[in-house]
């Protein structure tokens, strides 16, 4: 399979878990969280994932993440230091910002949730 990294600045995860979970698209994914304060996503999937393919994820208080918690002041719309990156078998993609992100100031409700996409 491929991994992609999510780095998350002011998020955090329980450290070592590999949660299984599935994307919007049906594509199993398994989570886990490491780095200086369990700041840094990395999801492996059981298959490849083609070039270019959308690749979705939503996050909510009813999901899979048990255990993740949010920066303590919330994020921006279009936060800059949200990254991926891949070592993928198609090629390399270097830690790039997220071209959209949501602001957001807590999971209040089941209803809530982020999307990173």
């Known amino acids: 399979g491929e991994v992609v990294r999510l780095s998350l ?7 070592g878990a590999e949660l299984p979970f ?3 698209s049906g594509k199993r ?3 886990s969280w490491s780095g200086s304060g369990s ?3 990395s999801l492996t999937t059981t298959t490849t994932i083609a070039a270019y393919y959308p690749f979705e994820l939503q996050v909510s208080p009813t999901s899979a993440w048990t255990g993740i918690r ?3 002041r919330g994020t921006y719309q279009n ?3 949200f990254t991926i990156e891949t070592n993928a078998v198609d090629g390399p993609v ?5 071209i959209a992100t949501q602001a957001i100031t807590g999971f209040d409700t089941p209803a809530s949730s982020l999307k990173f996409g």
């Open 29 to 31: 994914v398994f989570a």
């Open 79 to 81: 936060q800059v230091d």
């Open 22 to 24: 599935m994307t919007k």
């Open 70 to 72: 949010l920066p303590s």
């Open 9 to 15: 600045p002011g998020f955090a995860g329980p450290y």
């Open 39 to 41: 700041t840094l996503l």
């Open 94 to 98: 270097f830690p790039t910002p997220f």
